[in-house]
């Protein structure tokens, strides 16, 4: 099936939450990381293409994000409630498919206790060890800064050299590309993906508490490719969730191609 012409649900707070829906079958929800939304992330409707024969496959856009409104103040479990919205129009129990930290809010919304019948998560961006500089404890507090001053091309940049660790100077090249203007439109939400972290990327272990009562399947699925902290991350959430199945994904980044995370998903579902 084509797209559909975009939609919305409405969260607990009024807040509206656009979307975009593809195919037919049971419903699959893609949760975007930082920074990302449907508009600028192609993967998601090709992602939905491809599984359209399969499943009703929705992505949106997060709270602040393309065409989604925002409700002060925030709280992680406002982007929940924006979730459960979604997944009442989609229907319920869902597959939810969370990368990078979507990944993350996708297992808080788990434990939560959304109607959730599987989790998949593409390379959650902890920091478990000494594989990569810590981010630093101040970054969400000094991403605020920069929003409430009127910088927020400095919050984007300090995203993308403390949390994706680019070098100041691509940053610099990346602040002269017509990019740009897209990364400072949602600067103010970056700071939401940092709180949703805590501290997972402090180099140490993983919070055991956190998601102790996640009881659905979950796909943990890295790149062999990708950055070695983001495969002993995934390798820790895999150790720490007692239904998780770890997928090593060959010669893939902290983006995999649309037909390689279709395999894996209808893998996945098909076993679970």
Do not use: C
Not at 77 to 95: F, K, M, S
Not at 222 to 247: C, K, V, W, Y
């Amino acid at each position: 099936m084509t797209e559909n012409a975009r939609a919305a649900a409405i969260s607990a707070d009024g807040t509206v939450i656009a979307f975009d829906a593809w195919g037919e079958g049971e419903p699959l929800i893609i949760i975007d990381g930082a920074t990302a939304y449907p508009a600028i992330n192609p993967l998601n409707a090709e992602l939905g293409q491809l599984l359209s024969g399969e499943f009703r496959t929705y992505a949106y856009d997060r709270r602040g994000r393309g065409d989604s409104t925002d409700t002060a103040p925030y709280a992680i479990e406002r982007e929940i409630e924006d979730l459960a919205a979604l997944i009442e129009v989609a229907g319920a129990p869902a597959t939810v498919f969370g990368w990078s930290s979507g990944a993350v809010l996708a297992l808080d919304a788990a434990v939560a206790g959304l109607p959730i019948k599987r989790l998949a998560l593409f390379e959650p961006p902890f920091v478990v060890d000494d594989s990569r500089p810590p981010l630093p404890a101040d970054y969400v507090a000094r991403l605020d800064a920069a929003v409430a001053a009127g910088r927020p091309g400095d919050a984007a940049a300090i995203f993308m050299t403390d949390a994706a660790g680019a070098p100041p100077e691509a940053v610099d090249g990346i602040r002269q590309s017509d990019f740009w203007p897209v990364m400072e439109a949602v600067a103010p939400t970056i700071a939401y993906d940092g709180r949703i972290m805590g501290t997972t990327m402090s180099g140490n272990p993983l919070p055991r508490d956190r998601w102790a009562t996640v009881t659905v399947p979950a796909l943990v699925m890295h790149g062999t490719g990708t950055f070695p902290s983001i495969i002993s991350g995934a390798r820790a959430l895999a150790d720490l969730l007692p239904t998780a199945t770890l997928l090593p994904v060959e010669g893939e980044q902290h983006s995999a191609p649309a037909p390689v995370l279709a395999t894996a998903l209808r893998g996945f579902v098909r076993a679970v």
